[in-house]
């Protein structure tokens, strides 16, 4: 046998034992023995590297570099999923489902676990991997073709003759025993270790160099296709698809499982729950799929996603740690929270080793104890939280621990204030953790917005007393020479820094509101004040009765807001930023634009506008921009991850848009 014969032997067998092993789940030969074949390949290619074929299978450690990303326009749009918690949810897409079909017996579906990866479209043409994108904004990914030829479970070339294009979709994901293993290396060498698999994975994908993505061992699982240009005639449920989709060479997972009724799909639900701790990768629910294809394409899609298929969610996931030690934080408001420190523990997708205990009262009820081994919960994308103790674990003498009399960071007596829980510092003029805080949370992207000065330059500003309170900021252009002396700081930075200040003065009213820190106004509250009162002189003379006719609020942010504006201290401050050259631009309303007397909601995540970008041009258009959906509301502009407020709208019959339908009805000019 030739070289060239046997390296070609060696590249199928290698192809067949990685299907056996990632597909098939059951490998027909050692490790060590398949390692023994991969050698010898690598060393037959490494004598004659004209036997390396770009299909080879030694090609899966990577390539050199490239520059960036290309844009892949997906030929089919890769949306989203609606979300669904707990059984009754499920039984209500069911009852969707059934009505949307005009049935009234049993549906049947498809039902899969829900990996908590990154998507990735796969496109074939005659058999031969092509192209392999990200999801992107659903509509364009970036061409990550390199780096997918080094995931296992990515096959160069289909098992199977598919003439013509195919679009196979899955999820890649990194196994659990991987990221730990990744995370041990990288402790040894000092390096930042990875906050949870989902981030590993997707942060590998997006390497320049693929040789980077291949050392992360990551994995690709299958969910099902997209576009379809060829001539191979496809099966008509969505298991079988799955079964096919197998045979072309790709993993699919086994948990699989087809439901004749939606008490099955309840049932799968739960025992996916239960096997959830001993799967290899992370899961963040089930994806519920109408099996039959006719009928999935009989539904049809909404703007966010298909309407035969749903995501259930798990609820927050739990785990158990010891209570380390307990401590006391001051906020931008005052208030004081306690905090607890956790050993370390690898909880709903992060390592978590802060958790918030919201205040003393509650500390009180939950009767948690420094050293109490404690049950930590996190939910998405919600701050961890110390659920309770574990009272059997507790150890003798555990104390309970007391409120702080006085501010841990100045001093101060704390206060109680009436109708609330918390414990607030009353010293906001000089505490230096009020002042550090509401210094940035002014100056943060959805306030003022002032490049150039983060947190820790805040901190080392306020040390050498630069900067004291909000107004001083706009004093700094007084400071150049002592600027420019501080270490990396330099003549171009301070020149930025003084520029990016000045820049500020002139940001909109609502921004200004949201900045000055007014406990309960958000950014969409201080959208509603700036709208309403047109300008910060209207605003400051505000009374409760005012404040409380208007929509959206409500009697808690009127008195806080009215407070805030009775306090002489604010009042002063606000005539120093004036008197500093701040300018807020009030909001521009137009009784003529072509959104005169139409109001939006936006949901969901934009892909081209800041939330409040949008809404400010449809304000500035005559309209309405509005936080919840009502009867009144006109639009929905829904992104991705749009959730219930889009469920809403289809309720009440609102017209939802996308981002794109929402871009055509601007008149030209108004961007
Ligand atoms: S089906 C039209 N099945 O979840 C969308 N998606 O929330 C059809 N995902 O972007 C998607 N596991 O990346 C489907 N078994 C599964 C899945 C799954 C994970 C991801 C996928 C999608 C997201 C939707």
Redesign the pocket.
């Known amino acids: 046998m030739s070289s060239a014969e046997r390296a070609a032997y060696l590249r199928r067998e290698i192809e067949r034992h990685n299907y056996l092993y990632f597909v098939e789940e059951s490998p027909a030969i050692s490790d060590s023995e398949f390692d023994k074949l991969f050698r010898e390949l690598v060393d037959l290619e490494e004598a004659d590297p004209s036997l390396c074929t770009p299909d080879s299978p030694t090609q899966r450690v990577g390539v050199t570099p490239i520059q960036k990303f290309e844009p892949h326009r997906h030929l089919v749009p890769?949306?989203?999923?609606d979300?669904a918690f707990g059984g009754d949810e499920v039984r209500a897409f069911d009852v969707r489902v059934k009505k949307g079909l005009g049935v009234e017996g049993d549906v049947a579906y498809e039902c899969?676990?829900?990996?908590?990866?990154?998507?990735?479209s796969l496109t074939y043409v005659n058999s031969v991997l092509v192209t392999a994108a990200t999801?992107g904004d659903g509509t364009t990914g970036e061409n990550v073709t390199p780096n997918a030829r080094t995931v296992r479970g990515i096959p160069f070339r289909l098992e199977k003759e598919v003439p013509g294009t195919i679009e196979v979709?899955?999820?890649v994901v990194m196994h659990k025993s991987v990221f730990e293993e990744l995370n041990r290396e990288r402790a040894a060498r000092s390096e930042q270790v990875f906050v949870n698999p989902r981030n590993a994975a997707s942060g590998g994908m997006r390497q320049l160099d693929s040789r980077l993505t291949a050392v992360r061992k990551l994995n690709f699982?299958s969910?099902?296709i997209g576009a379809v240009q060829t001539s191979a005639k496809l099966p008509g449920t969505q298991y079988q698809l799955m079964q096919w989709v197998k045979s072309l060479g790709f993993p699919v997972?086994k948990e699989?499982k087809l439901c004749e009724n939606v008490d099955d799909v309840v049932k799968y639900c739960e025992s996916v729950q239960a096997m959830r701790p001993s799967l290899p990768f992370g899961?963040?629910g089930?994806?519920v799929?109408v099996n039959d294809i006719a009928q999935q394409e009989a539904l049809g899609?909404t703007a966010r996603?298909?309407r035969w298929?749903i995501?259930v969610k798990f609820a927050a996931e739990q785990a158990f740690t010891v209570l380390e030690a307990i401590e006391w934080q001051v906020g931008r408001t005052g208030v004081v929270t306690p905090v607890a420190y956790l050993q370390p523990v690898y909880v709903g997708g992060v390592t978590v080793s802060r958790a918030t205990l919201h205040n003393f009262d509650d500390l009180s009820k939950k009767d948690v104890r420094v050293g109490d081994t404690v049950i930590v919960q996190r939910a998405g994308d919600v701050i961890p939280e110390v659920i309770g103790p574990v009272i059997e674990k507790r150890r003798k003498g555990a104390k309970k621990p007391v409120a702080p009399t006085k501010c841990p960071v100045c001093g101060s007596d704390l206060v109680e204030q009436e109708g609330y829980v918390a414990l607030r510092c009353p010293n906001s003029k000089s505490c230096e953790a009020q002042v550090h805080a509401k210094l940035a949370h002014f100056v943060s992207r959805g306030a003022m917005d002032i490049e150039g000065l983060g947190e820790k330059q805040i901190e080392r500003l306020l040390e050498l007393g630069m900067l004291s309170d909000v107004p001083s900021i706009y004093r700094l252009k007084d400071k150049r020479d002592e600027l420019v002396k501080l270490e990396r700081m330099g003549e171009q930075s301070v020149t930025n820094l003084l520029a990016a200040i000045e820049e500020s003065k002139k940001r909109p009213l609502d921004r200004l509101i949201f900045g000055l820190g007014i406990r309960f106004v958000g950014d969409r509250t201080a959208a509603d004040l700036a709208r309403e009162f047109g300008s910060l002189e209207n605003l400051r003379r505000a009374d409760y009765d005012k404040l409380i006719s208007l929509e959206g609020i409500g009697p808690k942010v009127a008195s806080e807001v009215q407070e805030w504006f009775e306090v002489e201290e604010n009042q002063a401050m606000l005539d120093e930023l004036l008197s500093l050259g701040v300018s807020p631009v009030e909001t521009e309303v137009s009784s003529e634009g072509v959104f005169a007397g139409k109001t939006f909601v936006f949901t969901g995540k934009l892909e081209r506008f800041e939330r409040s970008v949008a809404e400010r041009l449809v304000m500035k258009l005559g309209g309405k921009a509005a936080g919840s959906v009502s009867k009144n509301t006109d639009f929905v502009v829904a992104g991705p991850g749009a959730g219930s407020k889009l469920k809403k709208a289809e309720q009440l019959g609102v017209r939802a848009l996308s981002e794109d339908e929402f871009l055509k009805m601007l008149p030209e000019g108004s961007l």
């Open positions: 890769m949306l989203s999923l979300n899969e676990i829900k990996l908590d990866g990154l998507s990735m999801r979709r899955g999820e699982y969910y099902g997972r699989e899961i963040d089930v994806v799929k899609f996603g298909p298929a995501a």
